[in-house]
């Protein structure tokens, strides 16, 4: 696919207006606890999760929430009885090296 000259400018302004430019990339920067499980994600995943989980809350329903990690995508059930955490990385988090969740068989 080839970007267009009227796309690329809209693609710059939006990254200025953003300033999607100025943020480096450090690898995740947060840690959602769920399902006895630890996801290292990114600070913009995090909060899309965590808007995900706000709007299931509000609407007494369960639902079926992505998270993209480090490793992949799960998607994780959010219901009333559900518990997760999201904390920041410490910088012991991004040291230690973390092997791939194991993959489900069935």
Known sequence: MTMTAAARTAVEGFR????L???TSHGPGYI?????RDFHVSDEMARIFLHQVERVAESDTSALVILRH????????IT????FSIRPMTPA???AAQPAYPRMRG
Not at 70 to 77: I, Q, Y
Not at 80 to 83: F, N
């Open 16 to 19: 200025q207006e953003t300033r």
């Open 21 to 23: 430019e100025a943020h």
């Open 32 to 36: 959602v606890h769920a399902l006895g």
């Open 70 to 77: 480090a490793h992949g995508v799960e998607l994780l059930m």
């Open 80 to 83: 009333d009885a559900s518990s």
């Open 93 to 95: 988090d991004r040291s």
